[in-house]
Nanobody, 122 residues
Framework: QVQLVETGGGLVQTGGSLRLSCTAS????????MNWFRQAPGKEREFVVA???????YYAQSAQGRFMISRDNAKATVYLQMNSLKPEDTAVYYC????????????????WGKGTLVTVSS
């Protein structure tokens, strides 16, 4: 059973940056596609970006150009660097892992973290 723990959320002003981390434990990190989702108040959870074991990256349009994902397989950790943050980026950010090919569908995730709150003030 893989456990995922997100860290790095917080309060930031518009235009600022944050770096989220997600560390896996309790099982193998090998082969999993690592995903970031987010859920804003009153909205559905949405896909943000994902990275495969081989380093292939898949972005949602909302993240393209501002967010960067990376992973350190030796540390079983995936990172989300968020730049030029906007108030509409305010959400709980979740890390998720899936063992199959990339899908970006939250129904297809095998494991979830509990989330970390990002608040962008205007």
């Amino acid at each position: 059973q893989v456990q995922l723990v997100e860290t790095g959320g917080g309060l930031v002003q518009t235009g600022g940056s944050l770096r989220l981390s997600c560390t896996a434990s309790g099982g193998t990190f090998s082969g999993y596609v690592m995903n970031w989702f987010r859920q804003a108040p009153g909205k559905e959870r949405e896909f943000v970006v994902a990275i495969s074991w081989e380093g292939n990256i898949y972005y949602a349009q909302s993240a393209q150009g501002r967010f960067m994902i990376s992973r350190d397989n030796a540390k079983a950790t995936v990172y989300l660097q968020m730049n030029s943050l906007k108030p509409e980026d305010t959400a709980v950010y979740y890390c998720a892992a899936n063992s199959g090919p990339f899908s970006g569908n939250y129904h297809g995730m095998d494991y979830w973290g509990k989330g970390t709150l990002v608040t962008v003030s205007s």
